[in-house]
């Protein structure tokens, strides 16, 4: 292969396939063809996010195979690794299906060749292995006579002939083939510099670097070490190891401590060992718990939002308001909190003055099971990026960092509470894994990605996942397990929950005992009429005056709530509780406290008479206050026109009772209210039909691009005739069919002129108000605005259309 997009090109379907499923990001935008794909490939970010997926040892052998000399092939990366050649075989094949190493010198279907690493890996590992660069390349920056002196004092005499810089490089990097003259030659204060600098970074900073300095006048150790050529003067502070001295003073290895398996994740102390049965109910135990506090605290805060602070997020207060209410620590509430956020069913109502409400999916989160509503809550918290244990400390300017703001924003949070979870699926049932364990297991397992920020939100990822119920005791639990693996966990789940029960035990003492989780409706509206004094196995509810008061605030009359309660009780309805309910409904709502926005004030009481009686006034929404004064839902402004429109001529008064002299042409508009910043993450796995119809179009656009875009498209023309119709909901259906059985059709599709035309489109996916699918037709991946599309129809494809 000559070079890196021809070794792609070269390569078949499922192994492109394999490369875009593990380097997703590659995919956004589909590229046009193998060569942009290349390109792409090789860009920082791109690199940067592969390296990252690597785990310690296969990131060692690609490190290995920038600085060791071709041809470079497994057996000598495993002699170099101390590893077995199958190890270096596994991670070899997992460079190759990143792209991060192809094989050049081979052409197609040839075995031999050397490994090379892909365009961008050097620059993404300025210093491989903890190594500088080799001595030609460190002094390739010296002036002339600077390399000739060097030389001059390292072989005691004056290079013969005529010295040009690449022969005064050669005959260097002779003289320091062996260095260990020289190192000893330098003295031990100079020794102990080299050794910091050995197993890297390579790199030092220095005083006065390029200052030429000879063997016989150099006074310091660094001067030493640059007057004998163990180190090299990149800038004025900066001063270099070179490769060959470094490997000399590492006994020729390229890592100090590596190992080719992962650290272990350590056994459970000695004890009662825990059944399978117990992880699990001890797990969904707490996921029952999990969506019971949820809930409790989304209705409270149906009836009593918490306002958002100015800043964004939540106060401190209301935290704390919240974790009393649940009777959980403040870190669990905060938890609670951002989970419901993630999941979709916590929102804050407008910009400003706005306030944090359940948002109308929790309604439909409430009409499913509770296996269904926790997945809800898990799937939220694993893909959201948001810390949940970041609530109640303070940033890097020592500001308070509150729930709910942006600042509990971690770009790093999903991918660690994935690879947390990925660890504890892999370890053996019946152990344990300790936070050292687990640390050290992902510092091998994502060395890029390692740091006390991972660190900590691992620490998080153990303790809210137990909270959550995908833990128990430490221990993935089965459906926890389904969750990750991206299949369906209810199925799990459910069986475990206790079933909700819909009667109560009502009590003189005006409490009321639960035996067990309650259906949803007689849950909701105990939680309206009464306050929960204790959970446990049976919770107990209290009434209070002003319990009962808040349920006649939401629109419940007295009767309602008698009903209600002797519907689902056990026992008849003791006194004390029809008392307390009848006397507390016979002073509700003897004071009316309400809102407006406008009025209008006459002396006259029969004018407002003669507004009232006309039809025209029912778009005004007057009520009358006073004999002389009409209450309106309308702005001033809005009055006012309305008014005027009837024939009337009113004026603006102030609140002081004076007029506002105001300009016909004066113009005025509300605020549109601000929508809210939705975050979008990428996705870290790629549908798997997405990435085949990506390779088709790969394969079609480089087709075209060597052979013409015409004779590539050829046999995909669209049929003759007018671009198909059909009704819109059919059109859906149709579409999502082709989507399951994976075929061809044919569409009409509007453009933006309202042009139609006929496209052959393989179907993707459907969803969001858009088609994505291979557009046959354009030998590329597009997407459909639904609406654009005029209708579908059927294509038989002939025998061996491609």
Do not use: C
């Not at 991206?486 to 079933?499: A, Q, R, T």
């Not at 004030?601 to 009358?624: C, F, K, N, V």
């Not at 819109?728 to 569409?747: F, P, Q, Y």
């Not at 006929?758 to 354009?778: K, N």
């Amino acid at each position: 292969m000559d070079s890196y997009a021809d070794w792609l090109r070269a390569r078949g379907d499922e192994e492109l396939r394999a490369l875009l499923s593990a380097r997703p990001e590659l995919l956004a935008p589909v590229p046009a063809d193998l060569t942009a794909l290349a390109a792409r490939a090789a860009t920082p970010a791109a690199v940067s996010r592969a390296l990252d997926r690597l785990d310690r040892f296969t990131l060692a052998v690609l490190e290995a195979v920038l600085v060791l000399p071709p041809p470079v092939l497994p057996e000598t990366l495993a002699a170099a690794l101390d590893a077995t050649a199958e190890q270096a075989r596994d991670a070899v094949d997992l460079l190759l299906r990143f792209g991060l190493v192809w094989i050049s010198g081979a052409g197609p279907g040839e075995g031999e060749g050397t490994l090379t690493a892909a365009p961008g890996v050097r620059q993404g590992l300025p210093h491989p292995a903890g190594l500088g660069p080799p001595v030609q390349e460190v002094f390739a920056g010296y002036p002339v006579e600077r390399l000739t002196a060097l030389v001059t004092d390292l072989q005691g005499e004056a290079p013969r002939g005529f010295a040009d810089a690449a022969r005064l490089l050669r005959r260097l990097a002779e003289l320091l083939a062996d260095p260990a003259p020289l190192v000893e030659d330098a003295g031990p204060e100079a020794r102990a510099a080299l050794d910091a600098l050995a197993w890297g970074p390579p790199v030092g900073r220095v005083a006065d670097a390029r200052r030429p300095v000879r063997i016989d006048t150099a006074a310091t150790p660094i001067e030493r070490l640059l007057a004998r050529g163990l180190l090299a003067a990149e800038d004025d502070r900066t001063v270099t190891l070179p490769r060959e001295v470094a490997l000399h003073l590492r006994g020729g290895r390229l890592f100090q401590d590596l190992s080719a398996e992962p650290p272990p994740l350590g056994a459970r102390p000695s004890g009662t060992p825990r059944g399978e049965d117990m992880v699990v109910r001890a797990a969904a135990g707490e996921a029952f718990n999990a969506v019971r506090l949820t809930e409790e605290l989304l209705e409270r805060w149906g009836l009593e939002p918490p306002p958002v602070l100015r800043s964004g997020g939540l106060a401190v207060r209301d935290l704390r308001n919240a974790a009393t209410l649940l009777d959980v620590p403040e870190w669990k509430a905060a938890l609670l909190v951002e989970v419901a956020y993630a999941a979709g069913l916590l929102t804050r109502s407008g910009d400003l003055d706005g306030e944090w409400l359940p948002t109308p999916a929790y309604d439909l989160w409430l009409m499913r099971d509770t296996a269904g509503r926790w997945t809800e809550l898990a799937r939220g918290w694993l893909k959201s990026d948001r810390a949940a244990g970041l609530a109640g400390e303070r940033d890097d300017r020592d500001r308070l960092i509150n729930a709910l703001s942006e600042a509990m924003v971690r770009g790093s949070a999903p991918a660690t509470r994935r690879a947390v979870l990925e660890v504890l699926a892999g370890a053996e049932r019946g152990a344990a894994v300790d936070a050292d364990a687990l640390r050290a297991r992902l510092a091998w397992l994502r060395p890029r990605r390692g740091g006390p920020v991972r660190d900590r939100l691992a620490g998080w990822t153990l303790r809210e996942a137990a909270v959550l119920g995908l833990t128990g005791f430490g221990e993935l639990a089965p459906f926890a397990r389904d969750l990750l693996a991206g299949d369906d966990p209810e199925p799990g789940l459910e069986k475990y929950l206790p079933e909700p029960v819909d009667r109560i035990l009502i009590q003189a003492d005006l409490t009321a005992v639960a035996p067990g989780p309650l259906v949803t409706e007689l849950s909701r509206e105990l939680a309206l009429a009464a306050d929960v004094e204790s959970t446990g196995g049976a919770t107990v509810y209290r009434f209070t005056p002003e319990s009962v008061r808040r349920a006649l605030d939401a629109g419940r009359t007295a009767a309602d709530v008698t009903g209600l309660l002797a519907r689902h009780s056990a026992t008849p309805l003791p006194q004390p509780l029809t008392y307390l309910i009848e006397d507390v409904a016979r002073r509700h709502g003897h004071l009316r406290v309400g809102s407006l926005a406008s009025y209008v004030r006459t002396d006259s009481a029969g004018t407002l008479d003669e507004i009232l009686a006309d039809r025209r006034s029912d778009a005004l929404r007057l009520h009358r206050l006073a004999p002389t004064v009409l209450a309106s839902g309308l702005h001033r402004a809005e009055l006012l026109d309305g008014l005027r429109a009837m024939g009337l001529a009113p004026v603006a008064e102030s609140p002081g009772g004076g007029v506002i002299v105001t300009r016909p042409d004066a113009q005025r508009a509300e605020p549109p209210p601000t929508a809210e910043i939705v975050r979008l993450r990428p996705d870290e796995t790629a549908d798997a039909s997405m990435i085949s119809a990506a390779v088709r179009a790969l394969r079609a656009g480089d087709e075209a691009s060597r052979h013409g875009a015409e004779q590539a498209r050829l046999r995909a023309d669209a049929p003759s005739g007018e671009p198909p119709r059909s009704p819109a909901m059919a059109t859906i259906e149709r579409l999502r069919g082709a989507v399951d059985r994976g075929g061809r059709v044919w569409i009409g599709y509007l453009d933006q002129q309202g042009q139609a035309s006929s496209r052959i489109v393989e179907p993707v996916r459907v969803e969001g108000g858009f088609l994505t699918g291979y557009d046959a037709t354009r030998a590329a991946v597009h997407r459909f605005a639904l609406h654009r599309i005029t209708g579908v129809a059927e294509l038989d494809e002939e025998p061996g259309a491609s």
